[in-house]
């Protein structure tokens, strides 16, 4: 089983980029699917994009589509989420998560997932 560290958040304004790291230990990262979640204070965490384990294939929640980007590097054990014109309802804290299949039916579902970092914080300034 891996074990999951976030990190790259920080404080942004309106319109600006940020690009988020999660860091796996284990030999056996490319075994999980991998997924970015966030959950905002007093709401209920949602899927924001998930990444297959060769990482051939993506998903991304509507609300993100075409500025979001989750990437990986299976040699480095890293998945990223590069986020482009963030808004400030985008503020959250941001997880990653794994399990070892994804599908287009079941990447979104908080509960599939059994791995999760400790998470890190986004903040979008208006």
Request: charged letters at 15%; aromatic letters at 10%; a positive charge.
């Amino acid at each position: 089983q891996v074990q999951l560290v976030e990190s790259g958040g920080g404080l942004v304004q309106v319109g600006d980029s940020l690009r988020l790291s999660c860091t796996a230990s284990g030999r056996t990262f490319s075994n999980y699917a991998m997924a970015w979640f966030r959950q905002a204070p007093e709401q209920e965490r949602e899927s924001v994009a998930a990444i297959t384990r060769s990482g051939g294939i993506t998903y991304y929640a509507d609300s993100v589509k075409g500025r979001f980007t989750i990437s990986r590097d299976n040699a480095k054990n890293m998945v990223y989420l590069q986020m482009n014109s963030l808004k400030p309802e985008e503020t959250a804290l941001y997880y990653c998560a794994a399990r070892t299949l994804i599908s287009a039916g079941t990447w979104s579902v908080r509960g599939n997932y059994n791995i999760w970092g400790q998470g890190t914080q986004v903040t979008v300034s208006s």
